[in-house]
C-alpha cells in the first residue's frame, strides 16, 4: 500500500493525475477520484501519528485559509467560491494526510517521489516542445500552464536538493532545473530560480551555514553566480538554432527578455498585460477594502481578466482581513525556518513569495503543498540535524 501512495504521490507532484484525466484515464477529475482515495488510505495507515505530526509540526496554516473563504462566501458568485473553497479543504487535507505519509516514509523512498516527479514533469515539457502542435503552450507539459510549469520544477529542485550533497550533483540538477524552466519560456521563473539558487548554492557549498548570513553569503557568491548566468544566458542564444519550434512560439523575443538582450518588460506587459491589469485590480481593491466576496476575482464578468497575483486576488476576494491572512502564512513558515535554521522551508518559503507577485494559483498548485508538507515533517524527523 505504501507503494500505491508513493506512486498517487509522484501523480500528484508532476501534475500526471490530470493528463490521465485529460485523456479519459481517469472516469472524473482527481480532486472526486484520487486524491481522496489517498486521503482515506493515507489516514487509515497512519492515524496513530496524526497526534505526533500535530505536536511536533503544529498547527495546519490551510486550516485559515479555508475558514476565511468559507466567512466570505457571498450568493452572488457561489459558483467560484464554493470552487475556492473545495479547493482549499483538498489542499487541507492533502497538507495533513501527506505529512502523515512523509513522517513514515524512509528517506531514499521519498528522494526518489521527488526525482521521479521532478523528470516526469521535466519530460512531458520537452515532449510539448517537440511533438505538441498547440504552439500556446510553450512547453508546460502536465502542467498546462508555463508559469505552473516553471514554479513546480523549482518547489520539486528545492526538495531534490535537501538530499543531495555532492557539489558537482547539485550543481547539475540546477543547470537541469534551469533548462527545464527556459522551456517553458516564463520570466517569472527565471526570476524566482536565480533567487532560490543564490540561497542554496552557497548553503550547500558552506562547512556552517546561518540563515542570519543569507544577504552576506549572497553577495560573497555573487561574482561566481553572475558568471554562470551570463554563461547559461549566452547559451540561450543559440538554443533556437537547434529547436527550431521556438521560433514558431514568438519565442525570440522572450529569449531575449530573458538572455538581458531585450527590454525585460515588453509594450505588450504595459498595454492591456500584466501592468494594466494589476493597476485595474488595485483600483478594484481601493473602491471595497473589505473584499467582494470568495471567488469574485475569478468572475469574469467582474473583471475579463485574472488577477496574475496572489495578494491582488486575496485583496479582492477576502480585502484587508484576507491579506492579513496571507501575510501571516508566509511569516509564519518564514519564522519557523529561522527558528530551525532551515535554508531548503526558507528557500521554498521565499520561491513561494516572489511567485505570488506573478501568480493567483499558488494555492492550486499540489507541488508546493506537498512539497511544503515534506520539508515542515522533515524539521523534526531529523531532528533539525542542519548545518548552523
Sequence with gaps: MISILSFLLILFLSVSDIFFYRIGWLPAEPSVTLLPFFFIVSFSLFFKKYNLLKKKRGINPFLYLSLTSLFYLKSKVLEGGFYVLGNNLVILFLFLTSGLFFLQADSKKVFWIFLISFFTLGGSMFYDLIYNSDLSIRGAGFAENPNSAALRIIFLLIAILRFVNNKKTVFLFCFIAFIFVFFTLSRSGVLVLFGIVLILLPAKFSVFYNLKDVPLRIFKSLPILSALTLGLFNILTILPDYFPVFEHRA????????????????????????????????DLFLQNVFGYGTGFSMNRDFYERATHNLFLRFGIDYGILGLLVLFWFFYYFFRKSIKNNDFYLFSLIFAAFLASFFTHSLFENRTFVLVLSFLTVDIFKTKNVYKA
Excluded at 531575449?256 to 494594466?276: L, W
Design 251 to 282: 519565442a525570440l523575443e522572450r529569449i531575449q527578455q530573458i538572455s538581458g538582450q531585450g527590454s525585460f518588460v515588453s509594450d505588450s506587459d504595459i498595454e492591456g498585460g500584466r501592468i494594466m491589469i494589476t493597476l485595474d485590480y488595485l
